[in-house]
C-alpha cells in the first residue's frame, strides 16, 4: 500500500499524520506531499519514506497511491490561504484512491455533526480507518 499525505504552509499536521501512520504501520509506503517545501521537510523529518513538493507532484502522484490523508480543506480550491491550487484539489477530489479527511474547521469550510476532539484524536481515527481499509483490501 502507498499512503499519500497531502499537507501545506508549516506542515504540522501532515507531520503529526506521518508519525502516527508510520508508528501504527511502519510497513506501508508513505509519500508527503507538501504544497511548499517546509511542509514536504517536516514529513520527510517525521519518517516519510519519499516527499514531493508543488502541484505537479501532488497531481502525479494522485494516479500511484492506494490512499490519500489530509485535512478536509485538500478538496477545496484556493485553500491553504491560497497553497492548493484548484487543480491540485481537482487532482485529490477525482482520483480513484481512498480518502481519508480530517474534519478540521479551517478554509471557510465548517463540517457539522462532527465530534468536537482534539486533532491527535482525529489522526487516531484516520489512522484506525487505514488500517481497516487495508485489512479489508488484502
Known amino acids: 500500500m502507498v499512503i499519500a499525505v497531502v499537507d501545506g504552509q508549516g506542515g504540522g499536521i501532515g507531520r503529526a499524520i506521518v508519525e502516527k501512520i508510520k508508528a501504527a504501520m511502519p510497513e506501508v509506503h508513505v509519500i508527503g ?6 511542509a514536504t521537510g517536516q514529513m520527510l523529518r517525521a519518517g516519510a519514506d519519499d516527499g514531493a513538493t508543488g502541484e505537479n507532484a501532488i497531481v502525479h502522484n494522485m494516479q500511484h497511491v492506494d490512499i490519500v490523508v489530509g485535512v478536509i480543506g485538500i478538496l ?21 484512491t481512498y480518502k481519508v479527511l480530517l474534519p ?35
Open 33 to 38: 506531499l507538501g504544497t511548499n517545501s517546509v
Open 76 to 96: 477545496n480550491a484556493n485553500s491553504m490561504m491560497g497553497e492548493l491550487t484548484p487543480t491540485m484539489a481537482s487532482a485529490i477530489g477525482g482520483s480513484h
Open 104 to 138: 478540521i474547521n479551517r478554509c471557510h469550510i465548517h463540517v457539522v455533526s462532527v465530534e468536537d476532539i482534539p486533532l491527535g484524536r482525529h489522526i487516531d481515527n484516520a489512522v484506525s480507518a487505514i488500517q481497516n481499509f487495508i485489512a479489508e483490501n488484502q
